[in-house]
Structures are given as structure tokens and as C-alpha cells.
């Protein structure tokens, strides 16, 4: 079987309650992929994940086929939903990667996590890669990945959700549902654009400093969005 290429891995909490929450916003992200890619593969059917319980995660082994003049690729990325929760993330990500035989430098190269963040704006996206696990404290997902895996040198795309509003913690902020107020939904659908556009030329071009640049540079958000009515992407998942 040919090696993968990308484990892309979106962080969140399970359950219904936690669906369209501000901290679930790697989950969203990935069903929003997911779908995409199906569409770019010529299907039309909601994307099917298979549960994986060994390996703690939803996993959708698919295709993402790049082009660069005349040539295209097309390759295997695994894109992935743990089911431990969010502090407890990094267990799954250490097994998915064991199980696909991903270790050592190649984490720099193939891993890519996407999660929340509250330290960029609504409609902004942020990307990092190494750091110490000090500068990552704030954000449990990326701490129990960064523990686990004894490394903070893997890529991760941040999707800014803003501070919260006055008078709410960052936990009642976090864990509530996007909202339409002040075009926040509208916001969120763009940096989704956005982030699957980064993703797309990252993996065709592997040049993470140039992608940074043109993705994550100060630019005023455009006033024709997206209308976003839901951020509930429809995927099947097959239980064993």
C-alpha cells in the first residue's frame, strides 16, 4: 500500500453538545475538507470516516490530488478526528501515527493539526511550527500532542475564534457555539476557505515560510463572504 503523505489531524470534543462549538473548530474544519474533497474526487455522497477504536479516532483515508503547470499528484492524506476528547488528544495522534509508521523526521514533514485558536482574530489564520511547550500552554489539544510525541516540531494551522466577549470566561467562551452575531459564522466559513486553500499549497509546494506568508499576513477580510447558515458539514461513520 502506498505511504501516506498527510495525517491531518482536527481537534475537538465529542458529542453532539460540543458540534458547533468554538473548540471544536479542527473537527469542523475536517468535515468541511472531507466534503471538499469528495466534491474535487467527482462524488457527491456525504464523506464516510471509519471508527477506528484501536487507534482512538474517526479516520478518512482520501485523495487530495495537486497540480503545478502541467503536472498533478495526487496523494494519500488521512484526515483524522481522536475521539479522547481534547486534553487527551495526543494519545490517539501518537497511535494513528505508530500505526502508519510516521515517526522521527517525517513528523515534521506529514503531521499537520488544526485547532482553535484565541489569540488570532475571527476570519484570521495563524500557522506554527516548533516552539516551546511553554509558548503552546492555553491550548490542552496541542499540549497533550506536544507530551506525547516529545516534540513541538510539527505543523499546526490555528483558526483564530477571538477573545470573548465581556463579562465570559474563556472556558463559557470556548465550549458555545458560534454564533451570527458581528458576521462571526460568515468569518469562520472564510478562514475554512482559507485554511483548506493554505493546506492545498502547502502540500505542493512544502514551503511552509512562503505559504505563512501569503495565508497569514495582515489583510482586510473581504465584504462579500460566504453566507454561513450552519457549520454542520454532513459525514457518515462506519462503527466496527
Not at 8 to 29: C, D, M
Not at 62 to 88: E, F, G, W
Not at 102 to 109: P, R
Request: net charge positive; glycine share 6%.
Amino acid at each position: 500500500m502506498r505511504p501516506v503523505n498527510y495525517v491531518i489531524v482536527g481537534l475537538g470534543n465529542i458529542g453532539s453538545e460540543y458540534k458547533e462549538t468554538r473548540h471544536n473548530a479542527g473537527y469542523i474544519f475536517i468535515d468541511y475538507l472531507s466534503n471538499a474533497l469528495e466534491l474535487a474526487n467527482g462524488s457527491t455522497a456525504a464523506p464516510v470516516f471509519q471508527r477506528l477504536p484501536h487507534l482512538q479516532a474517526d479516520v478518512l483515508d482520501t485523495t487530495l490530488m495537486v497540480s503545478n503547470q502541467n503536472v498533478t499528484n495526487s496523494l494519500r492524506v488521512l484526515l483524522v478526528k481522536p475521539l479522547t476528547m481534547m486534553n487527551d488528544a495526543g494519545s490517539a495522534v501518537k497511535k494513528i501515527l505508530q500505526q502508519y509508521e510516521i515517526s522521527g523526521a517525517d513528523i515534521k514533514q506529514r503531521l499537520i493539526v488544526i485547532a482553535d485558536d484565541l489569540n488570532t482574530l475571527p476570519g484570521c489564520l495563524s500557522i506554527q511550527i516548533g516552539g516551546t511547550l511553554k509558548s503552546l500552554a492555553g491550548h490542552k489539544g496541542i499540549e497533550s500532542i506536544c507530551r506525547e510525541l516529545e516534540t513541538t516540531d510539527y505543523v499546526r494551522f490555528r483558526l483564530g475564534i477571538g477573545r470573548p466577549i465581556q463579562g465570559m470566561t474563556i472556558p463559557n467562551w470556548v465550549l458555545s457555539n458560534f454564533t451570527r452575531e458581528k458576521n462571526e459564522m460568515n468569518l469562520f466559513g472564510y478562514v475554512l476557505e482559507q485554511t483548506a486553500a493554505a493546506l492545498q499549497e502547502f502540500a505542493l509546494t512544502n514551503d511552509l515560510p512562503k505559504v505563512k506568508k501569503k495565508y497569514t499576513s495582515s489583510k482586510k477580510i473581504p465584504k462579500n463572504m460566504t453566507d454561513m447558515i450552519s457549520l454542520n458539514f454532513p459525514v457518515q461513520t462506519n462503527e466496527f
